[in-house]
């Protein structure tokens, strides 16, 4: 995908086609299946491409879009054989115009709701939860995800062509789980849902270090779930809170030349307090009842960062508690490296060296660059350059984005100079 | 002021590449041609445009006194006439600036654009 910010227009929200695109084919099909959906869908938006620079761009584009595309739709199904049965499917597609101006979006909402279910439907793999949700519910093409999720394009189409086949042969459900099913399969999606946020926060290779459109589309989908009564649960309120406070930092994160700027270091003038209120006032949603999610502690946690005036008044020893609760809840390597850097700020570098030694053999870490790298950091902070300078080199030979391997030969070269510095003549 | 028309011609490649685009990359097109058309239409120039059907027309002859009516002549042709602008600008210069960064041309490298003035013999 380029990296040419979307061109503003009057009349024309960002990402606007993007975003139709998904809840056209959730809402289409029910009826057509999910293959002349999308064909049906590419139709109306190539028709808006022709002829909107034309005539101008309608008062309603998006019910300019939901007409053509039910128009196309009906053309589709005059022509194959289903035709009654698909005009009898109750709230049928004559509806879809009237519901595409945006004056019944709980409906259209239904529909993208029902679509992230089943692309996340247990029977599938990880993988094709997220290939199939970034396709169906946020229209991005087999080249973006590929894209999104660091992989190769024909990798993404042919996991795509199987995912949709399975769809088929297990005839998985185009709808919102019943209550008692609800929780289960919140959890799935739910965790779509931040791994696209992840991967947007902390792009994990390539030369952009974030990429706020992901992120964006992550929160997106999250206030699609809190904006339906039937999946607006404490879960998704957390998480949702979780995501609009990391989101706060984003512009903050990478200083103009693109480099990364850890948060200590941040200038919080540039936080965007939008986001920062957002979350808080979520966060508040998310502790009515008494269930506790992950996204709870991590969302509580963000929030200390959010709420401390500066970085020298955060309050670590809170931060730290919280993060004994995470590792209770859900013992991760990433939970528990995160844990230490708290342990560090709380305690001194040298015990936060000391957590970190007895996570540092878990295998699911062996390939992960932060390990060594806050490794290194902490080790600086102590005085241990020699340590510091192995750890950061560990860590540049492991897989990170342009940004972080800058950061890492920055760190490098300013021990190596006070090393020479120090060191007899 | 003169008068222009302005006819976008192509051999069918922006039908087939936006056909492939994802829709992102179809509002980032469709923003490059709504930003060049709201500037002029913002600066006055704009009087009118319109997307002609694709892959349509009628030919009428006379021949012997008799009207003949064919499909066409677009199904042969290897450049076929999508739309046009209608603008006004003080003279052929100034028309050919507000045409510099069109994208149509921009975006499409075997697509043209044709410029032409409408005759007026009352203006001298």
Not at chain 1, 10 to 38: I, N, Q
Not at chain 1, 184 to 200: H, K, M, Q, T
Not at chain 2, 95 to 112: G, K, T, V
């Amino acid at each position: 995908m380029s990296a040419e910010p979307p061109v503003p227009l009057a009349g024309l929200v960002d990402h606007l086609f993007r975003h139709a695109a998904g809840e056209m084919v959730a809402a289409l099909a029910r009826l057509l299946g999910l293959d002349l959906a999308e064909e049906a869908v590419q139709d109306a938006l190539l028709r808006a491409l022709q002829t909107w620079p034309f005539a101008g761009i309608p008062d309603n584009p998006r019910g300019w879009l939901f007409q053509v595309a039910r128009n196309r739709a009906l053309d589709r199904v005059r022509h194959e054989t289903m035709s009654r049965d698909a005009l009898q499917w109750p709230g049928g597609i004559v509806d879809l115009a009237q519901r595409g101006d945006g004056s019944d979006g709980g409906r259209i909402g239904d529909e993208a709701l029902a679509m992230m279910f089943m692309c996340c439907d247990p029977a599938l793999g990880r993988a094709a939860h997220i290939a199939l949700t970034l396709k169906l519910v946020s229209g991005f093409s087999v080249e973006e995800i590929a894209d999104a999720s660091l992989e190769r394009a024909p990798t993404v189409a042919q996991r795509l062509v199987r995912a949709k086949r399975e769809i088929r042969e297990r005839h998985l459900a185009l709808e919102i789980p019943l209550p008692r099913e609800l929780a289960a399969r919140l959890d799935s999606v739910l965790e779509v849902i931040y791994l696209l946020f992840n991967e947007g926060y902390a792009a994990h290779g390539g030369e952009n270090l974030v990429r706020a459109d992901l992120c964006d589309e992550a929160i997106r989908l999250a206030q699609l779930l809190a904006g339906n009564p039937q999946t607006d649960r404490p879960a998704v309120e957390a998480l949702l809170a979780l995501m609009l406070l990391q989101r706060s930092r984003l512009p903050a994160r990478v200083d103009a030349l693109g480099d990364l700027t850890l948060l200590a270091d941040q200038d919080r003038s540039r936080w965007d307090r939008g986001f920062v209120e957002a979350g808080l006032r979520h966060l508040e949603r998310a502790a009515a009842g008494t269930e506790i999610s992950p996204y709870h502690i991590e969302a509580a946690i963000a929030a200390c960062h959010a709420t401390a005036r500066d970085a020298a008044s955060t309050d670590w020893r809170a931060i730290l508690r919280f993060y004994d609760d995470l590792v209770a809840l859900k013992a991760s390597p990433v939970v528990a490296l995160n844990r230490a850097v708290a342990v560090a700020m709380a305690e001194g570098p040298e015990a936060g060296i000391r957590a970190l030694e007895r996570i540092g053999d878990d295998p699911a870490l062996a390939q992960y660059h932060l390990l060594p790298a806050v490794r290194g950091g902490l080790e600086r902070r102590a005085g241990w350059k020699a340590e510091a300078l192995r750890h950061y080199r560990a860590a540049l030979a492991l897989r990170c984005s342009a940004p972080e391997r800058r950061f890492l030969e920055r760190q490098i070269a300013e021990i190596e100079s006070e090393l020479s510095a120090t060191a007899p003549q | 002021m003169a008068q222009f028309l302005v006819l976008a011609r192509d051999n069918g490649d922006p039908r087939r590449e936006m056909g492939r685009m994802s829709p992102e990359e179809m509002q980032r097109i469709m923003g490059k041609y709504m930003t060049w058309s709201t500037r002029i239409r913002d600066a006055g120039h704009l009087l009118n445009s319109n997307k002609l059907r694709d892959g349509e027309g009628r030919v009428l002859r006379r021949a012997g006194g008799k009207v003949t009516v064919t499909d066409g002549p677009f199904v042969e042709s290897k450049e076929v006439l999508g739309g046009y602008w209608l603008i006004e600008a003080a003279d052929y210069a100034a028309a050919l600036a507000l045409l510099q960064d069109h994208p149509h041309i921009e975006l499409w490298p075997n697509a043209s654009l044709e410029l032409r003035q409408v005759h007026d013999f009352t203006q001298r």
